[in-house]
């Protein structure tokens, strides 16, 4: 099994516009929603590629709720994509991805893109993410070294870190890999990198 960690998960929302105008009201073509942030997208290709994949971080509030209902109707559908399911599918050709997500009181935030269909370019909306308190990273931190004992191969730790919690967090996400003689592969920018 192949670990994949989204500190900073999100619900992917993307419109569809025939023109983006600045300044200006526009009549939306197509809605599409998805579960989001870096981690989750590694574990769909690898899903896709037929590795088993569990994906943990934090969810929270309604938008977690959709996100988590999104990842089991993906596996529902057979689609390879991300769900609560586990193995190869008959076909050898996709695996279902375990759904190891830690609830928080916060929400789980939203990420918007646009598209604007004239040129194809999209403008990207990214909000933050809800506030880790203290006890909910113990609480994730107590998972993760739960699931670096259940046979996990690899572990991918992707994206940005949620208010909260600490800037050396993937430090301490590598450390715990590291003791339990996992293979690390990170993901992320600034501060958390260089940590």
């Known amino acids: 099994m192949i670990l994949t960690v989204t500190l900073n998960a999100a619900l992917d929302l993307t419109y569809r ?8 009201s526009h009549r939306v073509r197509e809605v599409t929603e998805r579960p989001g942030g870096k981690g989750l997208n590694v574990a769909r290709v690898l899903g896709a590629l037929g590795f088993r994949t569990t994906v943990t971080g934090f969810v929270g509030g309604e938008t977690g709720r959709t996100l988590r209902a ?8 057979g689609s390879g994509g991300i769900g609560g399911g586990s193995g190869v599918g008959e076909s050898g050709g ?3 991805v375990t759904d ?13 893109g646009v598209v ?3 040129t194809g370019d999209t403008t990207q909306l990214n909000e933050p993410g809800p506030h880790i308190s203290p006890e909910e990273w113990e609480g994730f931190l107590a998972t993760y070294r ?5 046979g996990v191969e690899a572990t ?20 715990e890999a ?18």
């Open 70 to 77: 999104l990842l089991a109707a993906d596996d529902d559908h």
């Open 156 to 175: 991918a730790l992707c994206g940005s870190l949620p208010p909260g919690v600490p800037v050396g967090a993937y430090a301490t996400l590598v450390r």
């Open 116 to 118: 604007d269909e004239s």
């Open 17 to 24: 516009v025939p023109h983006l105008v600045p300044h200006a």
């Open 94 to 96: 996709s695996a279902a």
């Open 178 to 195: 590291r003791a339990a003689g996992v293979p690390v592969l990170l993901d992320t920018s600034g501060e958390p990198l260089r940590r």
């Open 146 to 150: 739960g699931l670096l004992e259940q």
């Open 100 to 112: 190891a997500l830690v609830e928080v009181a916060g929400p789980t935030r939203r990420t918007v």
